[in-house]
């Protein structure tokens, strides 16, 4: 299915995830540090059960033993790999729009944070990583710390979650179109691959049914069909609405609700006040993020703008007062989307909207 064009004007605004940084060139005698050392084990002297590889985006992720170092790039893998009780073998993390899922400070708590939104490529080799893994290929590719390639000839493996290219394209400058619907399958699915990579399947499985059992209590007997969302993630210029297919239509599609930006299938497109104002949806979904890199970042920040700005200040959503935060986690690809369907499941019952 072709992708749908932008619903409102484009203009020359940021992407909504952190900023991109250059990376930095490394001096010879730092690329010939023997970063990774640890993934290039012989494999004669690999313990039992490896090298492992996964299919991972096109490409074989493979190591020669668990990971012992893993840096995180981007706070969905980050939470991941601490829901799978591995901080004590993680030697960074980085890029982060919220707080750490609760349940998860203390883990998290033990790992260094590298930089609070994109790092260096030097700085994320200072950590001496042995495995490198990121939600985005903003992140992990052309204008991000570095290419999976360049991490590979480093001697690093490196992983790229399928929630970021299964069905998606990335060759634009925004955040993606996507060909097909996102479901919750192919985030299980990187649970399992990490799980796998890292020799603790059991974990793995006890996480996803974990997940599972979540959404299946939050969605029991829920009907709210007939009730339409908009979910904003920031910028209060141009805003970045959701469109049909990622992470939002999981929570969506959950509650057996519409997406009002459903006509699209860029994963984030931008459009006009108008727009929004003209598709006045009965509820808006607020991402509450605590990053600084875009306008009306928190929730309170939006909820002012849209009671403020003449254009929105008479939505039906807004007159009622019909909000729901969320963490910009929850509403990207990751494993609190399943914390996104909660709340939403929560809310359209609270505001009388779900049957």
């Not at 903003?138 to 929630?163: D, N």
Request: contains cysteine.
């Amino acid at each position: 299915m072709s992708a749908a064009g932008p619903v409102g004007p484009r203009r020359p605004l940021l992407s909504r995830r952190a900023l991109r940084g250059p990376v930095l060139l490394l001096s010879g005698a730092l690329l010939a540090s023997g970063c990774g050392s640890g993934a290039a084990t012989d494999d004669a002297a690999a313990p039992a059960g490896y090298p492992r590889t996964v299919r991972d985006c096109g490409h074989d992720v493979r190591v020669t033993a668990p990971p012992r170092r893993a840096v995180s790039l981007n706070q969905g893998t980050t939470e991941i790999l601490l829901s799978l009780g591995l901080a004590d073998r993680m030697a960074g993390t980085a890029t982060w729009t919220d707080p750490v899922m609760k349940g998860l400070e203390k883990a998290n708590s033990e790992v260094p944070r590298l930089a609070d939104d994109m790092p260096s490529l030097e700085t994320v080799l200072d950590a001496e990583p042995d495995f490198v893994a990121a939600s985005f290929a903003s992140t992990l590719g052309t204008g991000g710390v570095a290419t999976r390639e360049r991490f590979t000839r480093l001697g690093v493996p490196a992983y790229l979650s399928p929630s970021d290219c299964a069905g998606k394209d990335n060759s634009g400058d925004g955040d993606g179109v996507r060909s097909e619907p996102l479901t919750m399958d192919t985030v299980y699915g990187e649970v399992r691959d990490l799980a796998r990579l890292f020799d603790v399947e059991e974990r793995g499985e006890k996480l996803v049914a974990d997940l599972e059992s979540r959404v299946d209590r939050a969605t029991s007997g829920i009907d709210a069909s007939g009730v339409t969302l908009m979910y904003w993630f920031a910028n209060s210029t141009s805003p970045y609405l959701a469109g049909c297919c990622g992470a939002p239509g999981v929570i969506t599609r959950a509650v057996g609700a519409e997406n009002a930006m459903d006509d699209t299938h860029e994963e984030w497109p931008q459009a006009g006040w108008e727009t929004v104002a003209d598709r006045d949806p009965d509820v808006l979904v607020l991402g509450d993020l605590t990053r600084k890199s875009q306008t009306a970042e928190t929730a309170a920040k939006k909820i002012e703008f849209l009671k403020s700005n003449p254009v929105t200040r008479n939505m039906t959503a807004v007159r009622k007062k019909r909000y729901v935060l969320l963490s910009g986690q929850a509403m990207n690809p990751t494993i609190r989307t399943v914390e996104g369907v909660e709340q939403v499941a929560a809310a359209l019952r609270a505001f009388g909207l779900a049957k």
